[in-house]
């Protein structure tokens, strides 16, 4: 069975100290990982797809990096306004339509 | 409008009520799909669209009710439902390629939705 394990649950960071998330996911074959941002009361906001071991993409503070096994999310320097929830999604490629699997979350703060 | 949109984005509904949620979506997007969200839970993919053609229904009560009557709406229409069934409601929309390419789903806003 496809699974997505992130952690930490959640991370308390002050603003300027970098740090990682962590995604972890178990699947019969990649296709695709997916990164979004999701703000309290909002629908997910797409951030990034990674489909190969070793890709790495970025977006201002934000880089993504992939593994065999496992996704991080960079982040530098973090702001207050990068709070919220960070998702990891996967798609398998016995899947014939665009079936996400996700996980629970990493919940970001980030103080001024 | 732009993205997808849902409506309405509260909803509280007694347990013999019924009603219905709506998704748009103005992205082009030949796949719609809806998901649930409750506190603590990975999303759950309860129904996907492709191509206006229902792909998937993953072990989701009869007491939901999806319908897409074209590449660009997409309802699920509710009755007789459980406060287990309280949770956000998200609606999301990709393209659709050969072999299920990977394309990134959009998720709209959200429906809260409140049984009690």
């Known amino acids: 069975e496809d699974q997505v394990t992130q952690s930490p649950e959640a991370l308390r960071l002050q603003e300027g100290e970098s740090s990682s998330l962590n995604c972890s996911y178990t699947?019969?074959?990649?296709?695709?990982l997916f990164w979004y941002r999701q703000d309290p009361g909002k629908g997910p906001e797409f951030l990034f797809t990674?489909?190969?071991a070793g890709e790495e993409k970025e977006k201002e503070r934000l880089k993504a990096t992939l593994t065999k096994k496992e996704s991080f999310l960079h982040i530098t320097a973090p702001k207050p306004e990068d709070s919220a929830t960070y998702l990891c999604?996967?798609?398998?490629?016995?899947?014939?339509?665009?079936?996400?699997?996700f996980g629970t979350g990493t919940r970001l703060l980030v103080s001024p | 409008e732009t993205g997808v949109t849902q409506t309405p984005r509260h909803l509280v509904m007694g347990m013999t009520n019924k009603k219905s949620l709506k998704c748009e979506q103005h992205?082009?997007?030949?796949?719609m799909y809806w998901y649930k969200q409750s506190a603590k839970k990975p999303l759950e993919l309860m129904f996907v669209?492709?191509?206006?053609?229902?792909?998937e229904n993953n072990s989701v009560p009869s007491r939901f009710s999806p319908e897409c009557p074209n590449s660009s709406h997409l309802f699920l229409h509710l009755h007789t439902l459980q406060p287990e069934d309280s949770a956000l409601y998200l609606c999301?929309?990709?393209?659709?390629?050969?072999?299920?390419?990977?394309?990134?789903?959009?998720f709209g806003p959200g429906t809260r939705l409140t049984v009690t």
């Open positions: 999604a996967v798609q398998a490629m016995n899947t014939g339509f665009q079936k996400l699997v």
């Open positions: 992205l082009g997007h030949n796949a």
């Open positions: 990674l489909y190969s």
């Open positions: 999301a929309s990709s393209q659709t390629g050969l072999a299920g390419d990977p394309y990134e789903q959009y």
């Open positions: 699947v019969s074959g990649l296709r695709g």
């Open positions: 669209y492709s191509l206006e053609e229902r792909v």
